[in-house]
């Protein structure tokens, strides 16, 4: 009978357990701060995008050096053989021809560095060793030698005559009017058009002229100022348009 007593709940008790209500523990929210921002990259993230910016400056840096180099920092007179035009000059918007008298817009050709001789469309012997000077001169940068075209401006009327036309192949024969030809470049005090070669940028600017000259040594300045500027430029400038 004792162990009977023993099991028997307390009614009182069990009544006070069931009638307590449930109490819910509510904690502060931690408050906002300048410390706690809202919202904004993860540090891993920005520290990520400050790599990627990084690297595309170093890949960058040669092309923008040799465009400051060559734009902002232009190479002094005592630097170079031949004849710094400063300004230079862009390439008119003209309608030129090519040797078989077909429309040519003059400015198509920008994209490649041009070494240009001046001469009538008749080429007597002085035009011809020109033309030739022109060739030898393209022909001994090397493996450069495919960022120069070699360009004539024929101006007067007429034909090309026939025995100059094997040695063109290479070359390319813009017809123009000579007062075109005028408007744009010039010759130095006391010469002709016909005296010079006529360097023009990838960008279409006409930026130095070398007297042609008779002797080797003449060329072989030349030369020296034309190796100079494709190499500042390698960078940046690739043969053909």
């Known amino acids: 009978m004792q162990n009977d007593s023993h099991q028997t709940s307390d009614p009182a008790s069990s009544s006070s357990l069931s009638d307590t209500p449930l109490v819910l523990s509510v904690h502060e929210l931690p408050h906002l701060s300048q410390e706690t921002p809202m919202s904004?990259?993860?540090p891993t993230a920005r520290r990520s995008n400050w790599v990627l910016w990084l690297m595309f400056a170093l890949c960058a840096s040669p092309v923008i050096a040799s465009y400051v180099t060559?734009?902002?920092?232009?190479?002094?007179a005592q630097n170079v053989h031949g004849e710094l035009i400063s300004p230079s000059v862009a390439i008119p918007s003209v309608q030129?021809?090519?040797?078989?008298s077909k429309p040519y817009p003059l400015n198509s050709l920008k994209g490649q560095w041009l070494l240009m001789s001046v001469?009538?469309?008749?080429?007597e012997s002085g035009c011809q060793q020109h033309l030739y000077l022109q060739r030898q001169l393209i022909s001994s940068l090397g493996a450069e030698s495919d960022r120069v075209d070699w360009v004539w401006?024929?101006?007067g009327s007429g034909d090309l005559p026939p025995q100059v036309r094997p040695g063109l192949k290479?070359?390319?024969?813009?017809r123009m009017d000579v007062k075109a030809i005028e408007d744009w470049l010039k010759p130095?005090?006391?010469?002709a058009l016909e005296d010079y070669f006529y360097l023009v940028d990838p960008q279409g600017e006409w930026m130095e002229r070398f007297l042609i000259g008779?002797?080797?040594?003449?060329l072989g300045n030349i030369k020296k100022d034309l190796e100079r500027l494709l190499k500042a430029s390698a960078s940046w400038d690739r043969a053909g348009r």
């Open 40 to 42: 904004g990259p993860h």
């Open 70 to 76: 060559y734009y902002f920092i232009r190479p002094q």
């Open 96 to 100: 030129a021809q090519d040797e078989f």
């Open 119 to 123: 001469a009538p469309i008749a080429c």
């Open 153 to 155: 401006l024929a101006h």
């Open 170 to 174: 290479e070359a390319r024969v813009v």
């Open 188 to 191: 130095g005090e006391g010469h």
């Open 214 to 218: 008779k002797d080797a040594t003449q």
